[in-house]
């Protein structure tokens, strides 16, 4: 069965410093893996997946299939990046997702 | 991407009613899923919404709990039926058209 695990509850840091959010999954076939955030009092939304290898208000996230991973990582964090950051699994191109329980992200000034 | 709206927002209901959640989306979609999302815990997929034919449920959720209806590419109803205070939570529709999940704003239902 497919699982997606965010090992942080909560991570704190501060303003500039370096911020990375742990996922990993697992899945015996080849998953697409997805980071969805969302922002107090609005609605969840994607911030990006894997296949697009792109990067998004500076975060990027690179599939690792050794180690079953797809950390989120911004080099320099900011005040507005504070959120609930949700790692995802699609499989077996269905567009359902298996949800990991999430980490919230604190950065402060 | 398209923009997915929930009636209502929230809710109050006492436990033995049901509840109606209507699900609108500004344009045509391909897939339809409902989510729940528990008080604490990240997101349950439900179902998925199927146009003009029954939905397909996950393990662990029902048609007699959840009855869903999909009538056309951009609308969709979830039931909460015969609610207890365990069915407490926020539902969340979500559509997906060639690009990836897109998200409803969730209508919280806390049932007495």
């Known amino acids: 069965a497919q699982r997606v695990t965010q090992p942080e509850k909560l991570l704190s840091v501060f303003k500039g410093a370096p911020v990375e959010l742990k996922c990993n999954y697992s899945y015996s076939g080849s998953p697409e893996l997805f980071w969805y955030v969302q922002y107090s009092r609005q609605r969840l939304q994607l911030l990006l997946r894997h296949i697009s290898r792109e990067s998004i208000k500076g975060f990027t996230a690179d599939l690792n299939k050794g180690e079953t991973s797809f950390h989120l990582k911004k080099p320099f964090a900011q005040e507005e990046d504070s959120a609930m950051y949700y790692c995802?699994?699609?499989?077996?191109?269905?567009?359902?997702?298996?949800f990991g329980t999430g980490t919230r992200l604190q950065v402060f000034p | 991407s398209a923009v997915i709206s929930q009636k209502p927002s929230r809710d109050i209901c006492q436990r033995g009613t049901s509840l109606t959640i209507q699900c609108q989306v500004d344009s045509q979609v391909t897939m339809m899923f409902w989510y729940r999302q528990q008080p604490g815990q990240s997101l349950t997929l439900i179902a998925t919404a199927n146009q003009g034919s029954e939905a397909t449920y996950e393990s662990g959720f029902v048609i007699d709990k959840f009855p869903i209806s999909r009538p056309n590419l951009t609308f969709s109803t979830l039931t909460v039926s015969n609610m207890s205070p365990e069915d407490s939570s926020i539902y969340l529709c979500?559509?997906?058209?060639?690009?990836?999940?897109?998200f409803g704003p969730g209508t919280r239902l806390t049932v007495l």
């Open positions: 995802a699994l699609s499989w077996d191109n269905t567009d359902k997702l298996i």
């Open positions: 979500s559509g997906a058209s060639g690009t990836r999940g897109f």
